[in-house]
Nanobody, 115 residues
Framework: QVQLVESGGGLVQAGGSLRPSCAVS????????MGWYRQAPGKERELVAR???????QYGDSVKGRFTISRDNAKNTVYLQMNSLKPEDTALYYC?????????WGQGTQVTVSS
């Protein structure tokens, strides 16, 4: 059974940085594409960033140039470096694996950016 545990969110002022992490168990992330997602109140969950098994990355338009996704296969953990944070980045952030069936979502980690 795949388990996803996100941590590292918090409250930060606009322009600040955070680096959430996602610890994965039940699969080896070196063999799967991983993604970070977010869901703001009243909005649908959206893909923020994705990283392939060979390290290629893809970002949503709203975070390009500010966020960086990375992976540590030895620790089976995925990270999201978030810089130049904006109030509109406020959301619950989740990670997940691009496999079928899709693993159950973790509890997420809250990121709140104050203006």
């Amino acid at each position: 059974q795949v388990q996803l545990v996100e941590s590292g969110g918090g409250l930060v002022q606009a322009g600040g940085s955070l680096r959430p992490s996602c610890a994965v168990s039940g699969i080896f992330i070196r063999g799967v594409r991983m993604g970070w997602y977010r869901q703001a109140p009243g909005k649908e969950r959206e893909l923020v960033a994705r990283i392939t098994t060979v390290g290629s990355t893809q970002y949503g338009d709203s975070v390009k140039g500010r966020f960086t996704i990375s992976r540590d296969n030895a620790k089976n953990t995925v990270y999201l470096q978030m810089n130049s944070l904006k109030p509109e980045d406020t959301a619950l952030y989740y990670c997940n694996a691009d496999i079928l069936p899709k693993p159950d979502w973790g509890q997420g980690t809250q990121v709140t950016v104050s203006s």
